[in-house]
DNA sequence: TTGAAAGCGCTAACAA
DNA sequence: TTGTTAGCGCTTTCAA
C-alpha cells in the first residue's frame, strides 16, 4: 500500500489541506508546519499520487506522440534520436510522454481520438507529415494542442518545426553539377511525404537552374528502407545510358544505393557519385563517407517538445512557423564524375 | 469542455450509475437501456475520462520503458525495433506506454523511483540489463512487477527474456574456425553490461574448444557504435601481428570494423572476415552483407510487453526465464581465410 | 495559519 | 432493473 497525503495528516497530527499546501510550498504556511510536514514526507517516502493530481487539475502534464511505424522490421536511426530529443526536453519540463507505434491508417487515427478524447495527453507531436494529413485535419478542427515536425500541403496556420527540403535539395544537386555530374537521378521518398514534395521541387528547381535536363527516367520511388534504395539503384544503373550521380531522399536509400552500386564493381566517388539526405551518424562512417544534408533532428526533438508545452501553458511561443535551413555535407560520395564516364 | 458521464446521464434522463454500467456492459441493464445509452454516448461524442477511472481503479493501464540513451546523437536501429515490438503488443492488450529517454546514472533511477511512486504504471520493462543492475535490484526490492530484456548476475529470481549470447558467439566463432581463421580478434561491448560477459565467455569458450590462442592483444572493448567499431578495428589492423577475423559485439560496430578494413584496402570477406551480433535490418543489406547472430528483437519486445501485462494482471505467465536461442546468420563478410593471410 | 468541505469523473457496494 | 451513496487521492475555495 502506497502511502497518501492522508497517512502524512495523520503522522503530522494535521489536516490533509495543510500537508498539501506544505508540500506545494504556499505562503500561509508557517515554516515550521512546512519544514515538519517536509521531513515526515520524506521518511514516509510519500509521492503525490499523479493521477489524483490529475484529476484534480484536469490536466496529464503528459504529451503524446504516435510513431508511424512500417512493419515490424521497423528500424530507422531517425526516429530513435528524434525521440531522444523530444524525450529528454519533455522531462526537462516535467512533462510525460506517452508513446504509441501504429502504421499509418485507421488505427493510427484511433490512436489520436483515444488519446485527446480520453485526455490522456495535453497536447501533441505529429512527425512526418503527408501530403494532405489526417492528423493535423483532426487536430486542428478540434483545436486541441499540437506541434508538426514537417509542413502539409495548403493552409500552414498551425505550429510546426520544418527544414527547408527544397534549399538542402537545391545546394546538394548544385554541388553534384559542380562536380560536372549532368545525368542525375534522383529516388525520391514515397509521394503522400509531404517533404517529398518539397525535396522534389529543390531537385527539379535545380536541375533547371544547372541547366541539365530532367530525364524522367531517372526518378524514381523508394520506401526510405536501405532495401528500396539498393533495389531502385538496381534499376537506375541497369538502364542503357545510366546516371553518374544518384541522390536518394534519405540516408538509408543512399547507404542501399552505394551498396548496389559496389556490388556491380562501382566505385563510390569516383565512378559514380552517390547523395543523401538526413546526415544520420552512420552516414559519415559509411564506405566511403556520405555526402549527404544535416537536419538537426535531436534540436528539432527538443524545439517541439518545448513549442507544444509553452502552447499548452499557453504561455508566449515566439515563431510558431520554424522553417530550418539545412546545411550541407560534402564527403566522399560525391566525388568528381570520372573520365570515362563523362566521356561516355 | 469535454462530455462527462453526467452529461450523457442528464440527457439520457437515467442516473450517472446507469450510464456507467450500460457502457460497461453490465449484465444488469435492460438492453433497452443499454441501447440508448450507448446511441447517446456515441452521438455526444462521449468517451470516459481515463484518469478518473485510473483513479478509481487504482491502476494505470499504462506499463514504463525508460530508454537508456548516451548523449544527443543516440541512434540505435535495435531500439527503434524493440520500440515497436513493445508498443505493439501493449496497444493490442489496451495498455498505454510511457516512454522516457535517460542516460544510465542517477537521473534514470530518478525516472523508475516517479514512475512507480506516482503510479504513474503498473509495471516496467527494464532493457539491456547492467551485471549488477541498480534498476533490476529496485523494483526487486520493492516488488514492483517488472520484466526485463536480459539477465543479471547473481540471482536471476525475477521474469526475464534474454538472448543466450554464450551460445550465439560460440557460433560465430566456430564457424570462423571452420574457414581457416587461427587469429581471431573480439571487440566486446562494455563490460558493465550483462550480455557483454555472457558473449565473452562464448568467445573464450569456443576459442578454447577449437585449440586456438587467446591473444590479449585481440581482445579489446568498444562503444556500440560505428565509430567505435571503427577504432578499434583501426588499433587491431595496426598491430604487427593483426587479426584474420574480427568479431564485434554489435552489428554497429561491426559495421564500423568493415569501413576500417575496406579504407585500407582490405577485401572484407576474402582479406579478412568480420562478423557481427544482432541481425539489423542494415546487416543484410552492408557491403558486403554481415554475417552475423540473429536476435528477433521486435517479437523480444512483443514477449515481454506481454509477459509484464500478464503479471499486472496476475495472469498465469508460463515460463517467466526465458532464454532464447539465437542463430547464426552467414553472409558474405566472413569469407574463407585466404592463403596469403594463411601463409602469414 | 489552519481546517472543513466540495469536487475533479468515474466505479461499485448496497439498497430499493 | 435502477438509483443512492461512498470514495479513489488530491487541490482549492471558503470560513474560522
Redesign the pocket.
Known amino acids: 500500500m ?1 502511502v ?3 497517512d502524512v495528516a495523520r503522522r503530522v ?6 500537508v ?5 510550498d ?8 512546512k519544514a515538519l510536514v517536509r521531513r515526515v514526507a520524506a521518511e514516509m517516502g ?4 499523479r ?3 490529475r ?4 490536466r496529464s502534464d503528459t504529451i503524446g506522440l504516435v510513431l508511424p511505424t512500417y512493419g515490424p522490421r521497423f528500424s530507422d536511426p531517425f526516429f530513435s534520436e528524434f525521440l531522444a530529443g523530444i524525450g529528454n526536453q519533455t522531462a526537462d519540463f516535467g512533462y510525460d510522454l506517452l508513446v504509441s507505434t501504429r502504421a499509418p491508417g485507421d488505427e493510427e487515427m484511433e490512436a489520436y481520438r483515444r488519446k485527446v478524447q480520453g485526455r490522456q495527453v495535453d497536447g501533441l507531436i505529429v512527425v512526418r507529415t503527408r501530403q494532405q494529413d489526417p492528423r493535423v485535419d483532426y487536430l486542428r478542427r478540434i483545436g486541441f494542442p499540437f506541434v508538426a515536425f514537417g509542413r502539409v500541403q495548403g493552409t500552414l496556420d498551425f505550429p510546426f518545426v520544418d527544414v527547408d527540403g527544397e534549399q538542402g535539395m537545391r545546394q546538394l544537386v548544385r554541388h553534384l553539377a559542380e562536380q560536372g555530374h549532368r545525368r542525375i537521378a534522383y529516388i525520391t521518398p514515397p509521394s503522400n511525404l509531404n517533404f517529398a514534395q518539397d525535396r522534389m521541387a529543390g531537385f527539379q528547381a535545380a536541375m533547371v537552374e544547372q541547366g541539365l535536363a530532367l530525364d524522367p527516367s531517372l526518378v524514381v520511388e523508394g520506401e526510405l528502407t536501405h532495401r528500396s534504395g539498393y533495389q531502385q539503384t538496381q534499376r537506375l544503373l541497369a538502364l542503357a545510358d545510366p546516371p553518374t550521380a544518384i541522390v536518394a531522399g534519405n540516408d538509408l536509400m543512399a547507404l542501399g544505393a552505394m551498396r548496389a552500386a559496389q556490388e556491380i564493381g562501382l566505385r563510390v566517388g569516383a565512378d559514380i557519385a552517390i547523395a543523401g539526405f538526413d546526415n544520420i551518424p552512420m552516414a559519415e562512417h559509411a564506405h566511403p563517407p556520405l555526402t549527404t544534408v544535416d537536419q538537426p533532428i535531436y534540436t528539432i526533438g527538443r524545439m517541439l517538445s518545448a513549442m507544444l508545452i509553452r502552447i499548452i501553458r499557453q504561455e508566449e511561443v515566439g515563431e510558431q512557423q520554424v522553417l530550418l535551413q539545412p546545411s550541407l555535407v560534402v564527403r566522399q560520395s560525391s566525388g568528381l564524375v570520372t573520365q570515362s564516364k563523362e566521356g561516355g
Open positions: 502506497p497518501t497525503i492522508k497530527g494535521k489536516s490533509i489541506t495543510t498539501s499546501r506544505a508540500l506545494n504556499y505562503d500561509d504556511v508557517s515554516s515550521e508546519t510519500y509521492t503525490p499520487n493521477t489524483a493530481q484529476l484534480q487539475k484536469r
